[in-house]
C-alpha cells in the first residue's frame, strides 16, 4: 500500500520544484518538510532565518548533543511571546497602511463617504429596489485587500453568493443596503467596520481595511428550506 502511494505520489509531482525521490521514506520525508513549511507560511513579523530553522530540525531529529538545552516551557514562552510581540508590530504597520489607504482613497473622484467612515463608489446604478436590514440578498463581489492582494470571489466559484444581511461584517451590511437592485459598487470597508484587531483567516490581518467589488443581483424570498447557491465565506460573515 505504501508502495503505491509513493508511486502515485511521485508521479504526481512536478518534477521542476519537487526533488528526486526514489522511495517511499523519500516522499514522506519531503512531505514532513512541506507541511512544516506550511505551518511557518504565516509566522508574524520577519522571515524566519530558513538555515538556522533546518540546522535546528537536523540537530533535535539527530539527537545532537550540541543542541542548546533550555526547559521546555522557557523555550515554549520564548516563541509565544516573540510572536505576540511581532503580531502587535504586524497589526500596528496594517492599521497605518489603512489609514493611509483610506485617507488617500477617499480623494478620488467618485468616492463616497458615509457618516460611518464606509467609502463607496457607484460603478453601475441599479434600477430596482433597495434591501433593508434584514434582506436576503444574492450577490457577486471579489474581495481584496489595500495593497491589492485578493482574497475571496464569488466569480472564482463560478456562482453568486446569497445571505441575509443581518448576519454579515457592518461595511457590507450598510454598503449593500445602498444598493438598488441591479447595481454594481465598489466598497472600500475600514477595520472597525470590517474585523478589526482580530482579522479573518490567513491573509485579512487584524486592522485591514478591506475592498469589494460587488455586484447585488437581486433580493431573495426567506425560505428556511432553501438551500443558497453559495454560503458567504468567513471573509463576509461576522
Known sequence: MAVMAWGFFASSCDAKKAPKMTSALDSVSYLIGVNVGESMKTFPGEKLNLDLLIKGLKQAIESDSSVLEMDPYQVQMFVQNYVMEAQQRDAEKTKEASIKFLEDNKKKDGIKVTSSGLQYKVITEGTGP???????????????????????????????????LDQVIKGWAEGIRLMPVGSKYMLYIPSDLAYGERGAGEKVKGNSALVFEVELLGIETPDSTATPESEPTDHIVK
Open 130 to 164: 433597495k434591501p433593508d436590514s434584514t434582506s436576503v440578498v444574492k450577490v457577486n463581489y471579489r474581495g481584496t485587500l489595500a495593497d491589492g492582494t485578493e482574497f475571496d470571489s464569488s466569480y472564482k466559484r463560478g456562482e453568486p453568493a446569497t445571505f441575509p
